[in-house]
């Protein structure tokens, strides 16, 4: 069907309903019930939540899981993860139980600097667009003022602009590259209200710059925004034993385990077919944990896989090596996070998120993410490199498809007990669903 409408925004909750499910559902009422049974009985948290975006019809829910017994840097965590796949609490579960055995994770933050861009365009000399930079960059931060004191009360603040000529790449095109430190925020409302500041009073000032000719007075602001790629906003997660400490009741062999786990990675260092799931696994943990802590998940996402492709092939994200008989498994990666602003102070969940991590700073947090994001990794390469992934994933994957056919807690029960002694595969559970109903 091909309908528009005008001023959709403006109309009241229950008339947008209205329109959506007279527009698009046959069976109106039931459309209807489906969107209203996930309202939040209290008032005021619903509108919180209504408020949050436009045009909220509904709330989406996604399980809020925890990952207990994480050892990091000899501080024990329960990790909360929100996410909708079946087996990934339960492996980080598992390999943070591992490595409680192991001696835990070891988590250091290498960097914290975050980069936004002016991007403009000039179509002069470089050597005075240079002199004009030079002559105006104590300007431009003395302009933001107003926005960076309360940032450089607390140590943080604008670090650096830079001047880059990307002409070459570009026809005019030239940036001022920022780099800031944010401290506990994420920053993106604080970078990008400076470097609108930036260009402002870079296009201004330029109108006086003396060796500018008419034209190149006109400086072409394009835009100005933060980067998600965050090359120097870096965390690294490890963990570590000797080789013979890696036998538990998957592996009996703990030599041959560690060396299959090895090249397990060796191959997604090299192979970006391979690479992409790999990484994606990582990123299940990741992911799971910056949604719970109310960050922002496609910025994480985007600057990852940005990462992961620095040397001009995409790449595994994390590494293992054996040495001297000690198994090392290791990622560095870059993550900006906050734990003050943005939704961190205002949805419930999030911040019972934070204080179940004994409210960390931000560089906490990028540690606690990171681990997650190792323990995912180690969960998934354990599992394929001995049993295969589809054992624990067709067991947690059991529960989806018993409620698929609506099975009753007795079936279930029945059921489960059953496939602890079958293999899980979706038609084995649809003839034991069928068996019982006989
Ligand atoms: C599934 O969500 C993630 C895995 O595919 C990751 C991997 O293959 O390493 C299991």
Request: hydrophobic share 40%; glycine share 6%; aromatic share 8%.
């Given at each position: 069907?091909?309908?528009?409408?005008s001023?959709f925004?403006?109309?009241?909750?229950s008339e947008?309903?209205?329109w959506i499910?007279?527009?698009?559902?046959?069976?109106?009422e039931?459309?209807k019930?489906i969107l209203?049974?996930?309202?939040?009985?209290d008032?005021?948290l619903?509108?919180?939540?209504?408020?949050?975006i436009?045009?909220?019809?509904?709330?989406?829910?996604?399980?809020?899981?925890?990952?207990?017994?994480?050892?990091?840097?000899?501080?024990?965590?329960?990790i909360?993860?929100?996410?909708?796949?079946?087996?990934?609490v339960a492996?980080?579960?598992k390999?943070a139980?591992?490595?409680l055995?192991r001696?835990?994770?070891?988590?250091?933050?290498?960097s914290?600097?975050?980069?936004g861009q002016?991007?403009?365009m000039?179509h002069?000399?470089?050597?005075?667009?240079?002199?004009y930079?030079k002559?105006?960059?104590?300007?431009?931060?003395?302009?933001?003022?107003?926005?960076?004191q309360?940032?450089?009360?607390r140590?943080?603040?604008?670090?650096?602009?830079e001047l880059?000529?990307k002409?070459e790449?570009?026809?005019?095109?030239y940036?001022?590259?920022?780099t800031?430190?944010?401290?506990?925020?994420?920053?993106?409302n604080?970078i990008n209200?400076?470097l609108?500041?930036?260009?402002?009073?870079?296009?201004?000032e330029a109108?006086?710059?003396?060796?500018?000719t008419?034209?190149?007075?006109?400086i072409e602001?394009?835009?100005?925004?933060?980067?998600?790629?965050?090359?120097?906003?870096?965390?690294?997660?490890?963990v570590?034993?000797?080789?013979?400490?890696?036998?538990?009741?998957?592996?009996?062999?703990?030599?041959?385990?560690?060396?299959?786990?090895?090249?397990?990675?060796n191959?997604?260092?090299?192979?970006?077919?391979r690479?992409v799931?790999?990484?994606?696994g990582i990123?299940n943990?990741i992911?799971?944990v910056?949604?719970?802590?109310?960050?922002?998940?496609r910025?994480v996402e985007?600057?990852?896989?940005a990462?992961?492709s620095?040397?001009?092939?995409?790449?595994?994200?994390?590494h293992?090596?054996?040495?001297n008989g000690?198994?090392?498994?290791?990622?560095e990666i870059?993550?900006?996070?906050?734990?003050?602003?943005?939704?961190?102070?205002?949805?419930?969940?999030v911040?019972?998120a934070?204080?179940?991590l004994?409210?960390?700073?931000?560089?906490?947090?990028?540690?606690?993410?990171?681990?997650a994001?190792?323990?995912q990794?180690?969960?998934?390469l354990?599992?394929?490199t001995?049993?295969?992934?589809?054992e624990?994933?067709?067991k947690?994957h059991?529960?989806?498809?018993l409620?698929q056919f609506?099975?009753?807690?007795?079936?279930?029960?029945?059921i489960?007990?059953?496939?602890?002694?079958?293999v899980?595969?979706?038609?084995?559970?649809?003839e034991?669903?069928?068996?019982?109903r006989k």
């Amino acid at each position: 069907m091909n309908t528009s409408i005008s001023g959709f925004s403006k109309l009241s909750k229950s008339e947008k309903i209205n329109w959506i499910v007279d527009t698009y559902f046959s069976n109106k009422e039931q459309a209807k019930k489906i969107l209203t049974q996930y309202w939040n009985s209290d008032n005021k948290l619903q509108q919180l939540h209504d408020e949050f975006i436009e045009n909220t019809i509904t709330n989406y829910y996604l399980p809020l899981g925890v990952a207990p017994n994480f050892l990091i840097n000899g501080k024990l965590h329960t990790i909360p993860m929100a996410i909708e796949e079946s087996s990934v609490v339960a492996a980080a579960s598992k390999a943070a139980k591992f490595w409680l055995d192991r001696g835990g994770f070891k988590a250091t933050v290498l960097s914290t600097t975050k980069i936004g861009q002016v991007h403009f365009m000039f179509h002069g000399q470089p050597k005075k667009l240079e002199a004009y930079f030079k002559s105006v960059k104590n300007r431009l931060i003395a302009d933001a003022k107003s926005i960076t004191q309360n940032m450089e009360k607390r140590g943080g603040g604008i670090l650096d602009i830079e001047l880059r000529n990307k002409t070459e790449k570009l026809s005019g095109y030239y940036q001022l590259h920022a780099t800031f430190e944010t401290l506990d925020a994420m920053g993106a409302n604080f970078i990008n209200s400076c470097l609108e500041q930036f260009a402002t009073t870079f296009k201004q000032e330029a109108l006086r710059f003396k060796d500018f000719t008419d034209t190149e007075k006109q400086i072409e602001i394009v835009m100005s925004i933060l980067s998600n790629y965050v090359p120097n906003c870096l965390v690294r997660a490890e963990v570590s034993c000797p080789v013979s400490d890696l036998s538990d009741n998957k592996n009996s062999h703990p030599e041959a385990f560690a060396q299959k786990f090895v090249q397990a990675v060796n191959i997604a260092e090299v192979e970006p077919y391979r690479a992409v799931t790999h990484n994606k696994g990582i990123m299940n943990g990741i992911d799971a944990v910056v949604l719970a802590t109310g960050n922002d998940f496609r910025a994480v996402e985007a600057g990852v896989h940005a990462y992961a492709s620095r040397n001009g092939t995409y790449s595994s994200l994390t590494h293992a090596k054996i040495e001297n008989g000690i198994f090392t498994f290791w990622m560095e990666i870059p993550l900006a996070l906050g734990t003050v602003g943005g939704l961190t102070g205002l949805h419930p969940l999030v911040k019972f998120a934070l204080e179940l991590l004994h409210k960390p700073s931000a560089k906490e947090l990028m540690q606690i993410v990171a681990v997650a994001g190792l323990a995912q990794n180690f969960a998934a390469l354990r599992s394929l490199t001995t049993t295969g992934i589809q054992e624990g994933h067709m067991k947690m994957h059991l529960m989806n498809i018993l409620n698929q056919f609506d099975a009753t807690t007795e079936e279930k029960a029945h059921i489960i007990n059953h496939f602890k002694t079958h293999v899980v595969t979706h038609r084995a559970v649809v003839e034991a669903i069928d068996n019982l109903r006989k």
